[in-house]
């Protein structure tokens, strides 16, 4: 026997309509209610009656009724016409009912073989729900082709007009039959498994496919979970939500000004500082339309793409998941380059507050200290981590600060060498640094004498904190460890600097260095 609509929740506890399992016609056309993609679009196709969304056709094999329809993958749009146990097609229906086609017997026959033809032949499904392409069919065009091959008329010359295009949907093949049950059988869905097939007394026989492998009778109709889909929305939503916050809060506080404005010097790796600052204050951002940007697409392919088939398909989701992977590569390598730059700029601005340590004892012995001291004009370009002016001259620095690798030769990797030309790193030769010193030293030069009217030349001064020095040559520059600068700076013999030369030396380059706003 077979229940076709259970007691709904809080009704009075009155026996369901039961019909005999013989009562089942081959031919009869089952309605359900699922939970797809497809699911959806079929329900909303319908003018009026949204109880369903697809339709299959009852076959029987033997002793086992099976029910051919076209279902197509939630996720891709692709599939075709199968056929599969009655029990498997309802398990997760929300809502059923069983309906007989108005044919005589003659014609249902032949309405029953182009069925049984359609499910061996395994016709594709259509995605673009086009009654022009006879090769291609979804489910309730299954119905009506079947149908008008075995009457070689159009029993529904009237057909749904759904988003510009004809169709036939599931309330136009409804009114092709005539209810067996009284009502459809509706109950919450995700109820326990095979609960409808299990009111059949028949249950327990075997199913025997038609005439291919069992393992194909699996249903391709992949639900697509309502909260699932609500989570994505959510997250979308909270990521978005969470950027424009940022945003916002980034533009509110960007023009604020303390009480009371002046500037101070910079202090050791200032520049450095804020670079830094500007990095991690856009890395957020960043980092959220790298998650944001993919998510996004991916999103867009999963809903669209589906909709489209043959060619048009083909190439929307071959360039769509290309787009995909190059935004995931440019984003995944900006971000990267974004990290690295950070970590250079951390390093470089601790290896300046550490030569800076280094130097502070020298204040109260009369020298003054400048920090990254950056002059770019027309005849100067100098961009100095430290100077120096005391009553021994003028020192500019440089710090090159690295991070320890792999030697690739027999020299040890905390050690460097410096030839009086080059400085010699475990992983190789450095050719610029020093050169680069030089010519800023030079033009450092230049600058004080036109600047000050004193020619004084400055001592060019190379630190590696953290690293062995070892000295193989002498050049123009000293190079040492930061824990060496203090002593190579105050122990230098040179021409002498009366108080009045370090005064004015000083003035100078407050007016290139006083830059902090309070």
């Given amino acids: ?50 109880r369903f969304s697809h339709v299959g056709i009852l076959l029987r094999t033997g002793n086992t009724w099976l029910v051919a329809h076209a279902s197509a993958n939630g996720f891709t749009g692709h599939g075709r016409t199968e056929a599969e146990p009655l029990e498997a097609f309802l398990q997760d229906a929300s809502a059923v ?87 459809p059988w509706d109950r919450p869905p995700n109820r326990q498994k095979n609960v409808w097939f299990r009111r059949i007394v028949a249950a327990g026989l075997r199913p ?23 989570g994505l929305l959510c997250y979308c939503v909270v990521l978005a939500a969470a950027g424009a916050a940022l945003f916002h809060w980034q533009r509110t506080t960007r023009h604020r000004r303390p009480p009371v404005e002046f500037k101070l010097l910079r202090g050791p790796g200032e520049l450095s500082l804020r670079a830094l600052r500007r990095i991690e204050a856009t890395l957020p951002l960043l980092l959220l339309a790298a998650v944001l940007l993919p998510l996004f697409l991916g999103m867009v392919l999963f809903l669209y793409v589906p909709l489209m088939q043959g060619l048009p398909h083909v190439i929307v989701t071959t360039l769509g998941w290309a787009a995909e992977l190059a935004l995931l ?16 700029l951390e390093l470089r601005y601790l290896g300046e507050r550490a030569v800076a ?50 030697a690739k030769t027999a020299q040890r990797d905390h050690e460097v060498t410096f030839d009086g030309k080059n400085i010699v790193w475990p992983w190789g030769p ?21 600047t000050t009217g004193y020619r004084i030349q400055a001592y060019p001064l190379l630190t590696v904190p953290g690293w062995w020095v070892d000295i193989t040559g002498r050049g123009l520059i000293e190079v040492v460890n930061h824990k060496q600068v203090l002593h190579a700076v105050n122990e230098r013999t040179a021409t002498p600097l009366e108080p009045e030369q370090v005064e004015k030396i000083c003035r100078e380059l407050e007016l290139h260095c006083r830059d902090v706003e309070f």
């Fill in 208 to 230: 025997d496919p038609l005439e291919h492998d069992a393992a194909q009778d699996l249903n391709t109709d992949v639900r697509m979970n309502p909260s699932l889909a609500s």
């Fill in 357 to 406: 340590e280094e130097l502070a004892p020298l204040l109260p012995l009369g020298f003054r200290l400048f920090h990254d001291v950056a002059i770019h004009g027309v005849e100067s370009d100098v961009d100095l981590d430290h100077v120096v002016v005391g009553p021994n001259g003028v020192t500019v620095i440089e710090c090159e600060p690295r991070q320890r690798e792999t």
């Fill in 430 to 450: 450095d050719r610029d640094t020093v050169a680069n010193l030089e010519g800023e030293a030079a033009s450092f030069t230049k600058w004080l004498m036109q």
């Fill in 97 to 183: 009912e069983i309906r007989r086609p108005r044919l005589a017997p003659a014609p249902l026959g032949l309405f029953i073989a182009a069925v049984r033809g359609a499910v061996l032949a395994h016709t594709p499904f259509d995605p673009a729900f086009s009654l022009a392409t006879p090769d291609r069919i979804y489910c309730t065009e299954l119905v009506w082709q079947a149908w008008v091959r075995a009457t070689d008329t159009d029993p529904l010359p009237g057909k749904t007009l759904w988003r510009g295009r004809t169709i036939v949907s599931i309330e136009d093949v409804l009114s092709l039959g005539e209810v067996v049950s009284e009502q």
């Fill in 1 to 50: 026997m077979l229940h076709l609509r259970p007691r709904p929740a809080g009704a009075p506890a009155a026996a369901p309509p039961v019909i005999p399992v013989s009562a089942l016609h081959e031919g009869d056309l089952v309605f359900r209610r699922g939970h797809g993609l497809w699911s959806e679009l079929f329900a909303e196709a319908s003018a009026h009656d949204h």
């Fill in 329 to 344: 590569y440019f984003a995944g390598r900006h971000v990267y380059r974004r990290l690295v730059a950070r970590r250079t």
